[in-house]
């Protein structure tokens, strides 16, 4: 569920859903679209990290430029269970639990 960008907490994975210029939107946003009425472009850009200092990061270590402005975000979604665990209906000993870096520097 989309939440306000205000909320967003630091240090974690997320969506962000921005309002920008159409050639940052169009690089940064996937499933980007025109705002109606304005001169705005609007989308969807995965996989984003809001820094203790307050700059938002992509896991590629890309920055958000400052032309495009996040409105809301929501939490990632849970991964899929694996191919192997939902053919044989028994759990995937393969399969490890991944945690990003915080605090690394890209």
Do not use: N
């Not at 990632?76 to 044989?88: G, H, K, N, Y």
């Amino acid at each position: 569920m989309w939440q306000p960008i205000e909320t967003a907490q630091k240090g974690i994975y997320v969506d962000l859903w921005c309002v920008g210029d159409a050639s940052d939107i169009s690089f940064y946003c996937a499933g980007h679209s025109k705002v109606k009425g304005v001169a705005l472009w609007q989308g969807r850009a995965t996989d984003w990290r809001l820094d203790p200092d307050g700059k938002w990061r992509a896991a590629q270590g890309l920055g958000l430029p400052l032309s495009i402005k996040p409105t809301h975000w929501q939490p990632l979604p849970d991964p899929p269970e694996s191919a192997a665990s939902r053919a044989t209906g028994e759990e995937d000993e393969g399969m490890v639990e991944v945690t990003p870096l915080a605090d690394s520097v890209f």
